[in-house]
């Protein structure tokens, strides 16, 4: 129902039972650790600054000196390292290291009609210093929203993608003027993060689609 309160501020005038269940009832719904979430964070700050040209060996020194080389995907790795890969794709993975910074209680709010802010950057290491993963740690102190809240905030962003998927298919525009692509990716992330009891595995077990 809160889910259709906000759909409804969007301009999507729809009844609960109209949109897909993402999570059963009395199903258990946590977060991935810190740890993790600060990782993705780090290694997805640093596929933005390989697309606006950081050297690679630049970028590789500064994921092995944080620790998370081991959790980068085949593909970050080679286009992190060679380049290889769609630019313009990591591009729109902007929206979601935003989400990430939300999940870290770095940015207040993770409205659907807006983009991530221009203060994003100064949330993320500073690369240009090559401020260290511990250092960024001490100086934002990230900690995880409640996984409820970020449970209904999920829940949100998958009924908005599929509405959006909806009016797609019928040739009709979305009554609010919302990026599929913006939708699609915080989407992702929040999807990535959450870890309930189904199967006693995370909703999404790899970052990679």
Do not use: K
């Amino acid at each position: 129902m809160r889910t259709c309160d906000g759909l409804s501020q969007l301009g999507f005038a729809v009844r609960y039972d109209h949109l897909p269940l993402v999570f059963s009832p009395g199903e258990d719904v946590m977060l991935r650790p810190l740890r993790e979430l600060e990782s993705r964070a780090a290694i997805l700050n640093i596929v933005q600054a390989r697309v606006f040209d950081m050297p690679p060996p630049m970028a590789m020194r500064w994921l092995l000196d944080a620790h998370v080389l081991e959790e980068l995907t085949p593909q970050e790795w080679q286009f992190i390292a060679s380049g290889r890969g769609d630019a313009r794709r990591y591009s729109e993975q902007l929206e979601s290291l935003y989400a990430l910074a939300w999940l870290l209680g770095l940015v207040p709010h993770l409205d659907p009609s807006s983009y991530c802010t221009d203060s994003l950057p100064t949330l993320m290491p500073d690369l240009r210093t090559a401020e260290p993963f511990t250092a960024w740690r001490a100086r934002t102190l990230p900690s995880r929203r409640d996984a409820r809240d970020v449970a209904e905030m999920l829940d949100l962003y998958c009924c908005l993608d599929w509405l959006c998927a909806e009016s797609r298919q019928h040739g009709v525009r979305p009554p609010t003027a919302l990026d599929e692509s913006v939708i699609w990716h915080r989407r992702w992330a929040l999807e990535w993060a959450v870890m309930t009891s189904r199967n006693g595995r995370p909703i999404a077990t790899s970052w990679e689609r």
